[in-house]
């Protein structure tokens, strides 16, 4: 009976610690870009929202070069639906 509790006492914290590893790795290899954190000085590309759609689908908006551009990211490709150009997004 003590080897049981010695047992115990050893798998369940390994089994705990294996299961928010792969936790956290798989939040870590998710698609998208994380968000937070101030932007560096001298970056042309400041990411502005993520929204998710479904797994593997999201809508960003990124700022580049005084622009906001609407992205749809997938895991076939990136596609820019929109930008604001004249002050309003706009379906090109």
Same mark, same amino acid.
């Given at each position: 009976? =003590?080897?049981?509790?010695? #047992?115990?006492?050893?798998?369940? @914290? *390994?089994? &705990? +610690?294996?299961?928010? %590893?792969? =936790?956290?790795?798989?939040? #870590?290899?998710?698609?998208?870009? @994380? *968000?937070? &954190? +101030?932007?560096?000085? %001298? ?11 479904? @797994? ?37």
């Amino acid at each position: 009976m =003590l080897e049981y509790f010695l #047992r115990l006492l050893i798998l369940l @914290p *390994l089994v &705990g +610690a294996l299961a928010w %590893g792969s =936790l956290w790795l798989w939040k #870590r290899v998710q698609m998208g870009v @994380p *968000l937070g &954190g +101030a932007t560096k000085q %001298g970056r042309p590309v400041e990411m502005i929202g993520v929204l998710p759609l479904g @797994p593997g689908s999201k809508l960003a908006v990124v700022e580049f070069a005084g622009q906001q551009i609407l992205l749809a990211v997938s895991r076939n490709g990136i596609t820019r639906l929109a930008d604001n150009s004249e002050g309003d997004f706009h379906v090109d």
